[in-house]
């Protein structure tokens, strides 16, 4: 019985160890998209492929035994191997997002939008090709406008959080949104 129980132990210290040892100490961050509907074995192998932990059954028995594998969030993380999967987990179940800050002053044109967008995303994005006739549909308050015009005046001017691989249309429409709810 004692034997046991110093395996045991010794099992489950060796078990902490590991999932409180980062993969490296040195390590830049990679992004890592969890789409909706991923389960914790499908991320558990997203990570492990990316090199963030070491071994996806250690994330497994991690997340199973504190009761998080149905607390994962799907989203776009910022995640390193410097991190612990005890770090990694809370970062998924708040839902921590890796989103980009992006402010749009009050009286900036569509173009200077898009300029900010570009500085700040460190990408092109052309907003300035869309016309409210591409978000009628989707937008009634566009409803009203004349056909083929820009969407000069429409984009709200606030401070956005945008995924890193949000595309143009997808920032429109999240800017056409505040518009919208405002």
Known sequence: ???LFLFLVFLFLVLRQEIELPVSV???NKIVKINKGEGAVTIAKKLEEQGIIKNKHL???YVFLTGEYKELKAGV???SSCMTISEIVSKMVKGETAEERVTIPEGFNIKKIENRLEAQL???IDIASFTVDDYRSRF???QSAPTGISLEGFLFPDTY???PEANAEEIVSQMLTRFEQK
């Open 1 to 3: 019985f004692l034997a």
């Open 26 to 28: 040195k390590a830049q």
């Open 59 to 61: 994330f497994l028995f």
């Open 77 to 79: 993380y910022s995640l």
């Open 122 to 124: 460190g990408r092109d």
């Open 140 to 142: 009634p308050f566009l």
């Open 161 to 163: 959080y945008f995924e």
